[in-house]
């Protein structure tokens, strides 16, 4: 019983000094980190495709940072790419190393890539000037559109995404710089004078697109062409044919006069055909028809005569575009 009782005391003592062994090394670790503590400390060494760039003590705030600059898409920067993120290694070293966290961030945005995106206008595909936005590329075709410039069709915008980033334009000298004028597609400026119904020719216009088809309203002989002549400005054609001729009607249409005109023309109708354009038959010995009549291209409207200011039997016919006088001969008896 004794035995026992002795052997469980020298397990006791044996206990306690193992705890004052581990107490010993818990102090002695303490002190250690103490001393280590006082000497260095833990950070990071950052690395960029391998490159040792510095030291940081807060990865954290450091890569923040960098996801913040990635991130950032003011202005015309659609995205920034770098190749590779900075690498962290976790390091105790000597407090005397310095972190240099404004140096990292620097060398890794000078890696990166800003892609910038923006709009050309562009010309023939050829691009011509530069926006910021894609309204304002639409604004730009818009308005030419509007304002029917002629160049409209090799007009268009397209999306730039680049590296370099070119100069916007404001659209308003980008409109007035594209815009083409529209020109006149009526001749009105071969005409300078116009007093009534006498219209005065100075040059003379090339054939206009009349819409409409016209054919010869008699078979005969050009006496008088259309222009200047000694006793001032011819404004229809001469064909001469044998009084009684039947005249048709060049174009259907509608007769807007038919009677006695007292400026030369004697017995006269006139029709129109839509599309501004309008036919003039003078000198008639008669009439087959009456103002207001809807009439088909090739039906009688009167007969050739000499009525009116004339030395023979002839149609004078005269075509006229938005009331200005047209050389016949462009579009018949050429
Ligand atoms: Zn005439």
Redesign the pocket.
């Known amino acids: 019983m004794l035995k026992i009782l002795k052997s469980i005391k020298s397990i006791f003592v044996h206990i306690r000094s193992s705890l004052k062994f581990i107490f010993l090394l818990i102090i002695a670790t303490i002190v250690i980190i103490g001393i280590i503590s006082l000497v260095y400390r833990p950070m990071y060494s950052v690395t960029l495709n391998g490159e040792f760039i510095g030291y940081t003590s807060n990865k954290s705030k450091l890569q923040k940072r960098i996801n913040e600059y990635l991130e950032n898409t003011e202005g015309n920067v659609a995205f920034i790419d770098v190749k590779n993120l900075p690498e962290y290694s976790l390091c105790l070293l000597k407090k005397e190393n310095q972190t240099n966290d404004d140096e990292i961030f620097e060398k890794i945005k000078n890696s990166g890539t800003t892609y910038y995106e923006y709009y050309a206008i562009v010309e023939k595909s050829k691009e011509k000037y530069y926006v910021a936005t894609k309204e304002d590329a639409e604004n730009v075709i818009n308005k030419l559109k509007e304002k029917k410039s002629t160049n409209v069709s090799d007009l268009g915008y397209s999306q730039i995404h680049s590296t370099e980033l070119k100069e916007f334009k404001d659209t308003e000298s980008i409109i007035t710089a594209l815009y083409e004028k529209p020109t006149v597609t009526i001749a009105s400026s071969a005409y300078s004078t116009y007093t009534g119904q006498r219209i005065v020719s100075n040059a003379t216009p090339s054939a206009q697109v009349l819409g409409i088809g016209l054919i010869k309203p008699v078979s005969g002989i050009i006496t008088?062409r259309f222009g200047a002549r000694s006793s001032g400005n011819?404004?229809?054609?001469?064909i001469a044919t044998s009084s009684g001729t039947t005249i048709a009607a060049a174009a259907g249409g509608t007769v807007t006069f038919s009677g006695w005109d007292s400026y030369g023309?004697g017995n006269c109708v006139k029709i129109s055909h839509g599309n501004g354009v309008t036919t003039i038959y003078?000198?008639c010995s008669k009439l087959y028809v009456t103002s207001g009549q809807k009439v088909s291209q090739g039906e009688a409207i009167a007969a050739v005569g000499s009525t009116g200011n004339?030395t023979g039997p002839?149609l004078?016919?005269?075509i006229e575009v938005n009331g200005v006088p047209q050389n016949p001969q462009l579009y018949l008896y050429k």
Not at 234 to 238: I, P, S, V, Y
């Open positions: 008088s011819h404004k229809g054609l001469d023309l003078g000198h004339s002839h004078h016919l005269q």
